[in-house]
């Protein structure tokens, strides 16, 4: 078997390798769906990426990847997608400014307050299990 293909993620169907990961109808059907969006952003421009995704039929999962990854102008700015940690609808970054909060404070105590030992302990614990 051919090195350079695989099974497309989305439909199944045995492709050829390429930058999107994806067969070429799936990546038709995304274009078509990126059409859709991009159209109705430049007549709704304030449009929520719920709203997007109701108007143009696009499925959130892959509108909330297109957000996070940029794919759409900045103009358009109520553009959001969920906080990984919480799922809260940010606009920037990959956590709202809460859970910055929160892993900013977890990680200044774990610099102070975890002693090098355990960290160690923890550790070569780890390379052991590894090995068997
Ligand atoms: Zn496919
Ligand atoms: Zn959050």
């Given at each position: 078997m051919d090195i350079h293909t695989a099974n497309c993620p989305k439909c199944g169907s045995v492709f050829r390798q390429n930058?999107?990961?994806?067969c070429n109808t799936c990546i038709q059907e995304e274009n078509l769906f990126y059409d859709r969006c991009s159209n109705y952003l430049w007549k709704h421009?304030?449009?929520h990426t719920r709203q997007l995704s109701e108007a143009t039929g696009t499925p959130m999962d892959l509108l909330t990847d297109w957000v996070r990854a940029g794919?759409?102008?900045?103009?358009?700015?109520?553009?959001d997608y969920p906080c990984e940690s919480c799922h809260s609808p940010i606009?920037?970054?990959?956590?709202c400014h809460s859970c910055l909060g929160t892993f900013r404070m977890a990680a200044l105590e774990i610099q102070t307050r975890v002693p090098r030992r355990t960290a160690t302990g923890l550790f070569s614990i780890a390379g052991r299990a590894k090995g068997y």
């Open positions: 930058l999107r990961n994806l421009p304030a449009t794919k759409f102008p900045t103009t358009y700015s109520q553009l606009y920037a970054g990959r956590l």
